[in-house]
């Protein structure tokens, strides 16, 4: 499992999952979530300029969702093995953080077993669990299209820096968008990983801001949402 850490963590930041989260400004995710994420809120309103609080927390929700999925995502596809983030710790100051307490996973090749263990081990068990915690009131099918679209997000990422797995992570990518709250969030267009999700995340809210590339504002009523 640390070998496959450290083997992921190359192909960008939002891959790295520290080994070795251990000290008192690490947090368990329980407490962090309880507290409804008020350093990275407060620091995202500054950042983005906005005082829509569901607009915050939405982008503050997308971002934390595309670090979890990554490291999982990759080590799943490159590896063959499905980090359990039952031990993920948390640093949120002076910027977010992920670690792991005691690196361990389970190994798993086939993309129905894959897609069953990574759905439970990122949505089931944090961003349910964090979308709950949210203190601002944001809709559930917003946050179910920010999980999806920081999924195949991840998953475009990967392909585009290991070429090999591109046809593997556009199944798992298929598997995962029939599972569970991630049904009906979107659809995967032509034969990549490109996505129109059927919500928006609100970034089109921010000042200056825009719409994102899987967004299905503006998309003719052809187009899959």
């Avoid at 005082?51 to 590896?79: K, N």
């Avoid at 640093?91 to 069953?116: C, E």
């Avoid at 949505?123 to 601002?136: D, M, T």
Wanted: hydrophobic residues 45%; positive net charge; proline residues 8%.
């Amino acid at each position: 499992m640390r070998r496959a850490l450290a083997e992921v963590a190359a192909v960008g930041p939002f891959f790295l999952l520290r080994p070795d989260a251990a000290g008192p400004s690490w947090q368990h995710p329980a407490d962090f979530y309880r507290d409804g994420l008020p350093p990275l809120l407060d620091a995202a309103a500054v950042r983005l300029g906005t005082s829509e609080a569901r607009v915050t927390a939405s982008i503050v929700q997308l971002g934390y969702a595309a670090r979890l999925w990554s490291p999982v995502l990759a080590c799943a596809l490159l590896h063959g093995i499905v980090p359990d983030l039952a031990d993920l710790r948390i640093d949120a100051a002076p910027q977010l953080r992920l670690g792991l307490a005691g690196p361990h996973g389970w190994r798993a090749t086939d993309p129905g077993r894959q897609a069953a263990l990574i759905y439970q081990t990122v949505v089931a068990a944090h961003l349910q669990p964090l979308a709950r915690a949210l203190p601002a009131k944001v809709a559930s099918g917003l946050l179910r299209g920010n999980a999806a679209s920081a999924m195949t997000g991840a998953l475009g990422v990967l392909a585009r820096r290991r070429p090999q797995v591109r046809s593997a992570a556009r199944e798992l990518a298929m598997v995962l968008l029939a599972t569970g709250t991630l049904r009906g969030t979107g659809a995967l267009t032509g034969r990549g990983l490109d996505f129109v999700r059927a919500s928006c995340c609100l970034y089109y809210r921010v000042p200056g801001g825009g719409t994102c590339g899987d967004c299905p504002l503006g998309r003719p009523a052809s187009v899959p949402r």
